[in-house]
């Protein structure tokens, strides 16, 4: 290879998507959507191997309190995901949506940690908290990844509906 030839695999365009990874956030989002809403008695754990009956659902009484707002959170994430599949890409407007996705959930789970109880065990409580403490911050590192890659995002002039405006 000559010194003067660019190298391919060093430069990823941050504007493309990860079709397979897309395809799978969308199953996992329908997952989730369907698990939470319709079974969550059967989000939990085992206690003991030997003891079928040691099963302990994780959702509090509180938890039915937060169903709407990860509702609405999974329907903007999956039409985002539908988004990426179509457009085969990162555009403006995406990113704009995804640093509002991105901080909605970040709220969700503060609200969450310092709201009614959502978990249903005292002793949990501490592990679960600290647990949904972290994915928010998680979902905080998210938006603000996105708000760097916003703040040095350029149009491309080849790409459909990505002519550096909102539509």
């Known amino acids: 290879m000559s010194a003067n030839a660019p190298d391919r695999t060093s430069h990823r365009d941050p504007d493309c998507i ?22 969550p008695r059967y989000v939990g754990f085992i206690r003991s191997a030997t003891d079928p009956t040691s099963f302990t659902t994780l959702p509090g009484p509180g938890f039915a ?3 709407p707002r990860l509702n609405t959170f999974w329907l903007w994430a999956f039409c985002l995901c539908l988004a990426h599949l179509v ?43 600290s ?4 994915v928010c911050i998680a979902f905080l590192l998210g ?11 350029q149009p491309h002039e080849n790409r459909p509906g990505d ?5």
Not at 89 to 99: A, M, Q, Y
Not at 163 to 167: D, K, P
Request: charged letters at 10%; hydrophobic letters at 65%; aromatic letters at 14%.
């Open 143 to 153: 938006a603000l990844e996105q708000l760097v890659r916003l703040l040095k995002w």
């Open 18 to 39: 990860n079709l397979a990874a897309t395809i799978a956030e969308l199953f996992i989002i329908i997952a989730a959507a369907i698990l939470f809403n319709f079974f």
């Open 65 to 67: 309190a937060f169903l």
């Open 163 to 167: 002519a550096g405006t909102l539509m």
């Open 131 to 134: 647990v949904l403490f972290f």
């Open 87 to 129: 457009l085969q890409g990162w555009t403006l407007t995406t990113r704009l949506i995804d640093l509002g996705l991105d901080l909605f959930f970040a709220a969700i789970f503060a609200s969450m940690f310092t709201g009614s109880p959502s978990l249903e065990l005292p002793v949990a409580t501490l592990a679960g908290k």
